[in-house]
């Protein structure tokens, strides 16, 4: 098994809504990110989770948290968006971090209303 | 802080011709990853430099480390249409905990 799974595929939220990304792998990666990605831009680093541990947070607002429950998932939980923060998240793992290659989830394309 | 510029921007190519792509970074890196993203897909990892003046080939594709480590490439020959999509540098610097993602360079391929 060489994916990462992403769900929902599709997100459609209000402003005042609560809710859950969620990505999953059973590669036995050590090491899972999220990304956002506008259109025609590149991925942009979010979160990193290293052994289950947040190593990296990259200045995102309060409204995006992580949590990470076991080894082989991921969640980023939402509240409060607003319309700016609507594009594609990426879930990624790799083996232990950044030296090795990201394998990538199919992204949940989210839209705040 | 680390940038990575890619260029051109954007590619327009017949089938068949080549196509290139640069990526220049504002810092040293330790090393170099590429990866393709197709119209409405995610980023797939394609390879991954490590050495000065590194070259490796994949098939049609080849990819060069510049020997200051500061910059690569990506040439495509004889391209397909099954080539489309942007491709992306993505460099770590010495110490760095983060992969920076270039620009992006997207490849349309004319039948």
């Known amino acids: 098994d060489t994916e990462v799974t992403q769900t929902p595929k599709h997100l459609v939220m209000g402003m005042t809504n609560k809710k859950s990304l969620k990505c999953e792998q059973h590669?036995?990666?050590?090491?899972m990110y999220w990304y956002k990605q506008k259109a025609k831009k590149p991925p942009e680093l979010m979160f990193v989770y290293s052994y289950e541990k947040l190593s990296i947070n990259e200045s995102v607002p309060s409204r995006f948290s992580p949590e990470c429950p076991n080894s082989s998932l991921l969640n980023l939980h939402l509240h409060a968006l607003q319309p700016e923060d609507s594009a594609l998240y990426l879930c990624a793992s790799s083996l232990q971090g950044f030296n090795e290659k990201l394998f990538f989830g199919s992204g949940t394309q989210l839209s705040v209303l | 802080g680390q940038q990575v510029m890619q260029i051109p921007q954007y590619q327009h190519v017949q089938e068949g011709e080549d196509f290139t792509t640069y990526c220049n970074s504002s810092?040293?890196?330790?090393?170099i990853q590429w990866y393709k993203q197709r119209p409405g897909g995610h980023p797939v990892f394609l390879i991954q430099l490590v050495k000065s003046g590194e070259v490796k080939k994949q098939k049609r594709l080849t990819f060069q480390f510049g020997e200051a480590k500061k910059n690569s490439s990506l040439h495509i020959t004889a391209t397909q249409t099954t080539d489309v999509g942007t491709y992306f540098c993505a460099g770590r610097g010495p110490g760095a905990n983060n992969l920076f993602f270039g620009t992006g360079t997207r490849l349309t391929v004319i039948p």
């Open positions: 590669m036995g990666h050590r090491a």
């Open positions: 810092t040293t890196l330790s090393n």
